[in-house]
């Protein structure tokens, strides 16, 4: 069996993908070519990622005949190995099935269901806050997903440890291996294992993998997708071997370097005892062998058993990571019997100190940072919640594209391959545990979340709870402070926040290390005079809302004006929350909701057919709306800048007034129509500009001047009709691993090649060769058209298409047309 390429190589990939973005950070290329470490021989273990062959059907979460006879006679449990249902066994015929590539959402593919006219509001805002879609229990038709694939196992696999690793599938999964239930997870968000070597065949007979997943009951109040949306993996290691997330690398840094800690767990799988010695390298950002530890003396280990073996390292001189300079190193561990290699595992770590402060904010290896953070749902047009992970680096170059730093993950632990891509990228991570509560299921998902996770030098923050019913009260405190102390017996290097959006005098407050703000920014300033010293940030800020391209509110048409100055009553604008932290050293950051828009809360207008949010400064698509501007000014301000808003098309409108506003970071912006000055500004700090400019087809001009000089400028001109399509993407040049992709975005231009921008031209797309077309987006809360299939129309002039490689080497074409328009096409090489 010939393994699929490694993790390190696939998010090296997907990193200069990212390192390539419009907007990111040089370093990430860079970054991408000394992350992936070629070890000198091959692992004595077998690691293969389960991508493809995989068949989905949906069951039924109240009829058994179309659960596959799930619990039929009640037997279910009675007695393992006697098929619980059919579709459990090897010999089931699932040529109906379709076939699907994991990851995977069901739920993206199902109908729009909007509530009854008769419906009760508490019913309708729940329907709404999941974005309208058909799941749940009012749909047992739809909530229960089966996916069945066949093991890759062989003969040579007898007698060794065989597990496979669940990153995340949502929800309530049962994972059965030719009939036996494996295990299984509750959680939507937490990584689970499965052991299945005791159920395996070894004489070539076919081993069936089955899951029953069911998405009846929800987690959050916001798209969750359904099905298997992250990474599975099958491992298999020898008897003797270190177990899932057995590795911990911790760091202290001071004069004389870094002194690294190493934790190892060791299992024996096998039903002898055995011994066997630990022998470390650690490999230095640049690939080079930084320093080894010598064979370990001998460890005992009994049938069954495991153990812990502790050992240390200096480095005089380490390289340190930071947003700046995301160095990452690679401890690699082997296990030894008889002198003799029988397991190999890698782990990446960074060396950094942090440090939280209620007067001095945050700092990162004693420099000052200020969190420039977003929110985010792992939600994407297109794909739902099963996003790639080139996808994934897109998406964090384009918020670092805006000039974040920070993400935080809401509401729920996040992908191990973003926090790969946030190691390697520099961007800081908070990481979230979905349950503020101490039943066991509570705790074993915070201490799965941790245990997965605490290696990425990424993480800042563990966070404990969000905006709980009982934040402010004992119970909350007394909750919060267990699970607080869980977190630092699991890892003591990192604090504790927990997201609130009230009684910070008490409660929980009182629990976490640092205190979290969700929006009422503006009561921190005096928050802090009666807590001097406890560290804080806003959580959540913001949630200002706006259509992407839209300038005048219309709520017949769910539409909001992308000017800076729309938010629910709890929220503020972007200026308005900024203002306070940039002032303030002692408030380390904030945390905008969100980077992205995502499906359902679709505030302010939570009636169908709105199904997703308004919150973003980016669309659903990841299309920038004007607010990231703003963001993109003040966050970057080493880099000029100046944008214009709106467009300069309003037909009809002549001689009438237009609000015209400048976002951006030059001393002086002068603004000009069709040439003429209507005077110079000068742009006052962390805000914007405005004019009321009365409309004159043609061109205006924004121009941004520092000391005099032009530093930067942008202009918006005068569309005319619709004439031709026009496709842009960061990368042409993609990796062949059936991974790697583009996000392609399409414009309808005039005859000249300007933007229309309130176009919506139905468009037709089409991929030929090596490639295949997985989504669909135009950015428009509104639309309740397929995120599958070959139409979708442009919204205000834009749409998006996602085209990934099939995993062959060679050329592909993606044509897009539209009726009476010329079409546009573009090659993408996909190489090995």
Not at 602 to 612: D, I, L, R
Not at 654 to 683: D, F
């Amino acid at each position: 069996m010939i393994p699929n390429p490694t993790a390190d190589r696939r998010t090296a990939l997907a990193l200069g993908l990212a390192g390539l973005a419009t907007g990111a950070t040089p370093a990430l290329a860079a970054t991408a070519a000394t992350t992936a470490i070629t070890p000198a021989s091959p692992s004595p273990r077998r690691r293969e990622r389960l991508a493809d062959g995989w068949r989905f059907a949906l069951g039924h979460a109240a009829d058994m005949a179309r659960d596959f006879d799930f619990g039929l006679w009640q037997r279910t449990y009675a007695k393992p190995g006697q098929a619980v249902s059919p579709a459990t066994m090897a010999d089931f015929n699932d040529s109906a099935w379709a076939s699907v590539r994991v990851p995977h959402d069901w739920a993206v593919d199902l109908p729009y269901a909007p509530p009854k006219a008769a419906v009760a509001k508490d019913q309708e805002d729940m329907a709404a806050a999941h974005g309208f879609r058909a799941i749940g229990r009012d749909f047992p038709q739809n909530s229960v997903g089966w996916y069945r694939r066949k093991l890759p196992i062989g003969a040579s696999d007898k007698g060794r440890a065989i597990w496979l690793e669940f990153d995340g599938v949502f929800r309530n999964c049962k994972v059965f291996v030719n009939g036996y239930e494996a295990g299984g997870s509750a959680s939507g968000y937490a990584p689970f294992r499965v052991d299945i070597a005791d159920f395996l065949n070894y004489d070539g007979t076919p081993n069936q993998l089955a899951l029953r997943v069911d998405a009846t009951l929800g987690e959050g109040w916001f798209y969750e997708g359904a099905g298997i949306y992250r990474h599975v993996d099958l491992v298999s290691a020898a008897p003797l071997h270190v177990p899932q997330w057995g590795t911990w690398v911790r760091s202290t840094v001071d004069a004389g370097g870094a002194q690294v800690a190493i934790e190892t767990t060791l299992a024996n799988a096998a039903e002898a005892a055995g011994s066997v010695q630990l022998r470390h390298r650690v490999i230095a950002p640049d690939g080079t062998t930084a320093t080894t530890i010598a064979p370990s003396e001998a460890i005992a280990l009994a049938p069954g058993g495991q153990a812990l073996a502790k050992a240390s390292l200096a480095l005089p001189a380490p390289r340190l990571w930071s947003p700046q300079t995301p160095h990452l190193y690679t401890l690699e561990t082997a296990v030894l019997v008889d002198g003799q290699e029988v397991d190999r595992v890698e782990t990446r770590f960074g060396i950094r100190t942090l440090a939280f402060d209620g007067t001095r904010g945050f700092a990162v290896n004693g420099q000052p940072v200020k969190l420039l953070g977003v929110c985010n749902h792992q939600d994407h047009a297109g794909v739902g919640t099963a996003i790639p992970d080139a996808l994934h680096a897109w998406r964090v170059a384009q918020t670092q594209g805006m000039g974040a730093n920070a993400w935080r993950s809401a509401h729920n632990p996040p992908a191990q391959a973003l926090l790969d891509i946030c190691d390697a990228s520099g961007m800081m991570m908070i990481a979230e545990t979905r349950l503020n509560t101490t039943n066991p299921e509570a705790l074993d998902e915070l201490e799965r979340m941790i245990l997965s996770s605490r290696n990425h030098p990424a993480i800042i923050l563990w966070s404990v709870g969000n905006e709980e019913g009982h934040q402010g009260t004992e119970r909350g405190r007394r909750l919060s402070a267990q699970l607080v102390a869980r977190c630092k017996q699991l890892d003591p290097t990192r604090l504790t926040t927990q997201a609130m959006d009230q009684g910070w005098d008490g409660g929980a407050a009182d629990a976490v290390d640092v205190v979290g703000f969700n929006y009422r920014t503006d009561k921190i300033p005096a928050w802090r005079q009666r807590h001097p010293g406890k560290p804080v940030i806003g959580t959540e800020t913001g949630s200002t809302v706006a259509t992407r391209g839209a300038y005048a509110n219309d709520a017949a048409a769910h539409v909001v004006r992308a000017y800076d100055t729309e938010h629910p009553w709890w929220a503020s604008t972007a200026e308005e929350w900024w203002k306070i932290v940039a002032a303030e050293p002692g408030i380390a950051g904030g945390f905008i909701w969100t980077g992205f828009d995502y499906r359902g809360e679709p505030t302010p207008y939570p009636q169908f057919p709105s199904v997703s949010s308004y919150f973003g400064a980016m669309d659903l698509c990841g299309l920038p709306k004007d607010n990231y501007y703003y963001y993109r000014a003040w966050w970057r301000r080493d880099q000029p800048l100046v944008h214009l808003l709106p467009h300069w098309t309003w037909t009809g409108r002549e001689g009438q007034p237009i609000e015209v506003w400048a976002h951006g970071n030059a001393e002086e912006v002068e603004l000009l129509l069709n040439g003429r000055s209507l005077g110079r500004k000068a742009m006052p700090e962390n805000g914007h500009l405005a004019w009321q400019v009365p409309y004159a087809p043609g061109t205006l001009e924004a121009r941004g001047y520092a000391r005099g000089k032009l530093v930067a400028r942008d202009r918006r001109v005068t569309a005319g009709a619709p004439a031709a399509l026009r496709l842009v993407t960061e990368r042409t040049r993609l990796a062949a691993d059936g991974d790697d992709l583009a996000a392609v975005r399409v414009d309808v231009v005039d005859a000249h090649g300007t933007l229309v921008p309130m176009a919506d031209t139905p468009l037709t797309f089409a991929v030929t060769g090596a490639a295949r077309l997985i989504g669909l987006g135009n950015g428009n809360p509104t639309s309740t058209e397929p995120d599958k299939g070959t139409t979708r129309r442009a919204f205000n002039g834009l749409a998006q298409a996602l085209v990934q490689g099939t995993g062959t080497v060679g050329g592909a074409r993606l044509t897009v047309s539209a009726a009476g328009l010329k079409p546009a096409s573009l090659d993408l090489l996909f190489h090995a």
